[in-house]
């Protein structure tokens, strides 16, 4: 039997590699360079799968090939609104990603985040590689308490789930959520957690406020400026979701106005570039898109691509399809 070609867009963990070469027909993307977009559609003629992941843009015109020989995009990832699910539907391509292996490892980071903007732990860093620390003294670095304070989750899928179980069972925090679909009373007792019918009404009551929604149109800046001016003056914006989820321009204007405490940020819109002015605000954490950057979820995600690419050519329907 012929083996399906696959394409990996960009190099994987070494042990998923060689696992899919077992099956599979593999182009790996030896540089790690990111595909351009006629590259893509090169692939989309020559491969019977890519597996593209969150830096690769695929638009309706990357995936507009005649004769094109994909059948499936298995993202590499939970995220896929870099990927034109309404184009790729119209071409009979199917997708899928890859939730629940890196929602703890996800969760894990926001938590770092959320501690590192309440304790100041950049500014401390900073301090000491440039050998500037005097010593310790009663109002040195002094940050804000996070334990018991209450959090605001945005998106209550895997990630914001397990968000909850680790600020409200590891740091008693108080949780309200705010969730497109009613969330089970019961689910919710769980975290001690109370739904909020809008943002409106859930961010001027949270101490620190967690993106854990999808990316793309929907979402796209629904963090505006006149949602961070209902957040309290000294409370906390942390997003490890999608960047354009935050209107960057009006959070730099927050931060530099101090109308919020601070800001910590996996995620941005056009990565890898910064927004200038976010790059001159002190009171902002930033770290390069490192939610699922562990070997454990990465090499999850991998064989998780590899599960859904198997049942696409068993002739069954994958478990992660998404569209
Ligand atoms: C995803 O999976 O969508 C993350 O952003 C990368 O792990």
């Not at 959320?114 to 900073?126: P, Y």
């Amino acid at each position: 039997m012929v083996r399906p070609s696959v394409l990996l867009t960009r190099r994987w963990p070494g042990v998923v590699e060689q696992k899919l070469a077992e099956t599979y027909d593999v182009v790996l993307n030896q540089s790690d360079r990111p595909l351009t977009a006629t590259d893509f559609r090169e692939a989309i003629a020559k491969y019977d799968a890519v597996l593209p992941t969150v830096t690769d843009r695929i638009s309706a015109e990357v995936l507009d090939v005649p004769k094109a020989r994909t059948k499936i995009l298995a993202n590499y990832g939970v995220g896929y609104s870099h990927i034109d699910v309404g184009a790729a539907a119209r071409h009979g391509i199917a997708i899928t990603n890859t939730p629940d292996v890196l929602s703890e490892c996800t969760a894990d980071l926001a938590m770092t985040l959320m501690l590192m903007v309440a304790r100041r732990t950049g500014d401390g860093e900073r301090e000491l590689r440039a050998g500037a620390w005097s010593g310790w003294r009663p109002t040195h670095l002094v940050g804000t308490k996070v334990s018991g304070k209450t959090l605001g989750i945005v998106g209550f899928g895997r990630i914001g789930q397990k968000m909850a179980q680790r600020a409200h069972h590891g740091f008693g925090m108080d949780i309200l959520v705010v969730s497109r679909s009613p969330v089970d009373p019961a689910f919710l007792a769980q975290f001690n957690a109370r739904q909020c019918d809008t943002l409106e009404v859930m961010l001027p009551q949270c101490d620190f406020v967690s993106l854990h929604c999808p990316g793309g149109a929907e979402n796209r800046n629904m963090i505006t400026s006149a949602r961070l001016d209902l957040m309290k003056e000294d409370a906390f914006l942390i997003n490890t979701a999608r960047g354009e989820i935050v209107n960057e321009t009006a959070l730099a204007q927050a931060l530099m106005f101090d109308t919020i405490g601070g800001a910590a940020l996996d995620v941005f819109e056009a990565e890898p570039r910064i927004h200038p002015m976010l790059a001159q605000c002190d009171n902002l954490v930033m770290l390069p898109h490192m939610g699922s950057a562990t070997r454990e979820a990465r090499e999850a995600m991998g064989f998780r691509v590899l599960d859904n690419l198997n049942d696409f050519f068993q002739g069954g329907a994958p478990r992660d399809l998404v569209a």
